[in-house]
């Protein structure tokens, strides 16, 4: 089974910056669109920003946009979520997904592999 598993968050001042990874347990994920997400306590989870499988195409959310940056390196099977001037509202659990293409370029419906989430929390 492929296993996601998230790292690098943390408490942060508003403003400050985060710098979150997921390493996949596959030797090879450059055939798997991936993504991040993140859910607040009450709220449907929702997404972030995904990346196609070689990381030619990367698309945001439009709350997201300008201040986040979704990357991947293949060669060490992670996927990088850079967030700079964060806010209390960027307080939420935050998962990496992982789907393989089958042909798309960035966009899947759905992800068949998720990780538990690493907690991020933005402090006024």
């Known amino acids: 089974q492929v296993q ?3 790292s690098g968050g943390g408490s942060v001042q508003t403003g400050g910056s985060l710098r979150l990874s997921c390493v996949v ?3 090879n994920i450059s055939s ?3 993504g991040w997400f ?3 306590p009450g709220k449907e989870r929702e997404g972030v920003a995904m990346i196609s499988a070689t990381g030619g195409t990367r698309a945001y959310e439009n709350s997201s ?3 986040t940056t979704i990357s991947r390196d293949n060669a060490r099977n992670t996927l990088y979520l ?3 001037t964060l806010t209390p509202e960027d307080t939420a659990m935050y998962y990496c997904a992982a789907e393989p293409c089958r042909g ?3 966009y899947v419906p759905q992800y068949t592999y998720w990780g538990r989430g690493t907690q ?3 402090s006024s």
């Open 4 to 6: 996601l598993e998230e």
């Open 25 to 27: 347990s596959e030797d």
């Open 32 to 34: 798997y669109c991936m």
């Open 38 to 40: 993140r859910q607040a």
């Open 65 to 67: 946009k300008g201040r």
């Open 82 to 84: 850079q967030m700079n």
């Open 104 to 106: 798309a370029d960035w």
């Open 120 to 122: 991020v929390t933005v």
